[in-house]
Nanobody, 123 residues
Framework: QVQLVESGGGLVQAGDSLRVSCLASGRTLNRYSMGWFRQAAGKEREFVAAISEFGGLTYYADSVKGRFTITRDNAKNRVYLQMNSLKLEDTAVYYC????????????????WGQGTQVTVSS
């Protein structure tokens, strides 16, 4: 498995931008598809964005499409989620996840998870 550590969360105002980052270790990242998921208080964890092993394919939840961008830098073992035009409903703990091979938007296909980073959007 790959070890994942998220960073970059914080408190921002609605309309602001924020970038969260995920640092991977333990395995060669370019063999893993990566995903970002989030979990708001009292809700189930949900898919946000995913990217294939070399970044050629990306997928987004409808709720973030056009506002969020997932990218990766395999040389740095990092995956990023750039979040623009943040809304109150984007408030959640954001989790980075990895799965070996083909990219997926399905939560239970991912077998390595970070501890999460809190993103809070205020009005």
């Amino acid at each position: 498995q790959v070890q994942l550590v998220e960073s970059g969360g914080g408190l921002v105002q609605a309309g602001d931008s924020l970038r969260v980052s995920c640092l991977a270790s333990g395995r060669t990242l370019n063999r893993y598809s990566m995903g970002w998921f989030r979990q708001a208080a009292g809700k189930e964890r949900e898919f946000v964005a995913a990217i294939s092993e070399f970044g050629g394919l990306t997928y987004y939840a409808d709720s973030v499409k056009g506002r969020f961008t997932i990218t990766r830098d395999n040389a740095k073992n990092r995956v990023y989620l750039q979040m623009n035009s943040l809304k109150l409903e984007d408030t959640a703990v954001y989790y980075c996840a990895a799965k070996f091979g083909v990219v997926s938007t399905t939560l239970n296909r991912y077998d390595s998870w970070g501890q999460g980073t809190q993103v809070t959007v205020s009005s």
